[in-house]
């Protein structure tokens, strides 16, 4: 549906920070987002985040390996039904070093042990503001997957959460990672395009998958 006349090119928009347009193909989209419906399930499965000021994240997110909440990690949900985490797919753990060799270069994945998977669902009005992935002990690239709705994703620097930044289009399939001088700049996702997903993965929204090294 979004035929363009050129073909989106991949770009490096800092330093270490790649994005690789149409990284996976309609039956790895499909595959990922059936176990996303899975992991969404209880125990342990879809919540929404509660942040420390009172305020809850229009992103609902659920987590795999190591549980994520504001700010730290932990082996079960412990701000949600306290059930152990769903365990880390070891197939995950190979995509994602895939994801870094095509974006970085092959040594940039090295043996990199990637243990977290964030599954961020933003319905139409979700969105999230910018922050720095920094509960982690380890320096590997983050690697984003999207899927469902396009949303603009800010990519921004690691000194402020203001500009500079750049704001880059993610469509269902692209892939993100950030890396070396990248690794712990701001970023955040300031808006979701309802209604533009590709009608034949069947999924209204957006998905965000997120895979990290914890270090822990
Ligand atoms: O949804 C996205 O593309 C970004 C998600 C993100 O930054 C995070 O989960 O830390
Ligand atoms: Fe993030």
Redesign the pocket.
């Given at each position: 549906m979004d035929a363009e006349l050129f073909p989106r090119a991949r770009a490096e928009i800092a330093p270490g920070a790649v994005h690789v347009p149409d990284w996976l193909d309609a039956r790895e989209q499909r595959e990922l987002l059936a176990a996303c419906r899975e992991w969404a399930g209880p125990p342990a499965g879809l919540r929404t985040v509660r942040t420390p000021g009172g305020g809850t994240m229009t992103?609902r997110q659920v987590c795999l390996g190591w549980h994520w909440y504001p700010y730290g990690y932990a082996r079960t949900v412990v701000d949600g039904d306290g059930a152990p985490v769903k365990p880390f797919p070891a197939h995950l753990g190979a995509l994602a070093r895939r994801a870094v060799a095509d974006a970085l270069g092959a040594g940039a994945a090295r043996e990199a042990a990637y243990d977290i998977a964030?599954v961020?669902f933003?319905d139409g009005d979700a969105r999230?503001g910018m922050?720095r992935?920094s509960d982690e002990k380890a320096d590997a690239p983050v690697v984003?997957l999207?899927l469902g709705d396009t949303?603009v994703?800010r990519f921004g620097n690691t000194e402020t959460r203001t500009r500079p930044w750049t704001d880059v289009e993610?469509r269902s399939g692209d892939l993100?990672v950030f890396g070396g001088p990248s690794r712990f700049a701001h970023?955040?996702?300031p808006r979701v395009l309802p209604g533009t997903a590709p009608p034949e993965l069947g999924l209204v929204g957006r998905l965000?998958i997120?895979l990290r090294v914890s270090g822990l």
């Open positions: 992103a964030l961020n933003y999230m922050h992935d984003s999207s949303c994703f993610l993100f970023h955040g996702v965000n997120t």
